[in-house]
């Protein structure tokens, strides 16, 4: 009977860690990783909007953010409660929504970008052209939103059942080192599954050249990263959670109207050398948007399904996100 006891309390144990646990109304730890599509949570930073929003509702909030790179690292922390609101790519949040029986939802998305697929071999002008011995670099090798991309365009590439085919050739690595590595030529590193602005510094390489985007796999406009957090936090949280998505909202319709502040914050926040006019000149190309609405997500959740990497099914969009997002047009 003990022994029963003991299982009982450890199997409570592990439920209540897979759907994170709730801090103090008034504290939100924020996780981070690299890019230029964090630029909402750069001006929700530098301006203070969830301080201001929490005001606005009568509460003191104190913010922390964690620099994480890769969706295995940023679920480990939401789901141990080390944050509040993680941020990562779509694939990683599906894996952790599956993880938790729907327990983690999506607050809002970065906003749609494309991923370039760069390599540093002339020679390489599709993944048929990969060999046993390159190497492609990837966030978080076989899970991350670039390295579930991959999967979907080597089914098309190979056929049915081949999505997998170069899963052995992938590395994990945050986007700064997956640059360099490109860049240099002198690793094993000859593809790299980008996002801006890496990609755009390495195409500026005249080694360097994109295979294709991942708006041409999806076949369109795609937003690769969401943030979200778990139900229980949301519901202990009402009042943080509220001047979050209210900071989040407000910072997006900042970025989208203001390219110019947009790329002056990212250069301020990551202390980043880059020109603020070639920031912003990426961010002025017409593929990015800034929307809180995730497009194309339905293709990754359908994909991961069908491929096994899923136990769930996800219904539609509007399934796995919080209402707030629900009077607007996602995918």
Do not use: C
């Amino acid at each position: 009977m003990k022994r029963f006891f003991r299982a009982a309390t450890l199997s409570l144990a592990l439920l209540g860690s897979a759907i994170g646990s709730a801090s103090a109304e008034g504290l939100i730890r924020i996780s981070e990783q690299f890019g230029t599509l964090y630029i909402p949570f750069h001006i929700l930073r530098d301006q203070n909007l969830i301080e201001k929003h929490a005001k606005e509702l009568g509460i003191d909030v104190k913010v922390e953010w964690l620099k994480l790179s890769g969706g295995n690292a940023v679920n480990d922390a939401l789901l141990s409660g080390s944050v509040d609101i993680a941020s990562a790519g779509i694939g990683p949040f599906f894996t952790v929504w599956d993880r938790t029986k729907g327990a983690v939802k999506i607050v809002g998305a970065f906003g749609a970008t494309p991923n370039y697929l760069l390599t540093n071999k002339p020679d390489i002008k599709s993944l048929k052209d990969f060999g046993p011995n390159d190497r492609i670099a990837t966030p978080a090798a076989g899970v991350s939103v670039q390295a579930r991309t991959l999967q979907i365009a080597a089914e098309k590439e190979f056929g049915p059942g081949n999505q997998g085919k170069l899963d052995s050739l992938q590395v994990t690595l945050p986007h700064p080192d997956a640059t360099a590595a490109l860049i240099s030529g002198s690793t094993e590193i000859t593809g790299h599954l980008s996002n801006s602005p890496f990609q755009e510094q390495a195409l500026k390489n005249p080694k360097v050249h994109k295979v294709w985007s991942s708006y041409d796999v999806l076949g369109g406009a795609f937003t690769p990263t969401v943030a979200y957090t778990t139900v229980k936090w949301r519901d202990a949280n009402p009042k943080t959670y509220e001047a979050f998505f209210r900071a989040f909202k407000e910072a997006t319709e900042i970025a989208a109207k203001d390219h110019q502040l947009a790329a002056d914050t990212y250069v301020k926040i990551e202390k980043s050398k880059l020109d603020p006019a070639f920031v912003k000149q990426i961010i002025d190309n017409p593929e990015v948007q800034f929307t809180l609405v995730p497009l194309k997500s339905e293709v990754f959740g359908e994909f991961l399904f069908r491929t096994g990497a899923l136990k769930t099914q996800p219904g539609g969009w509007k399934s796995y996100t919080f209402p707030e997002l629900h009077d607007q047009a996602g995918s």
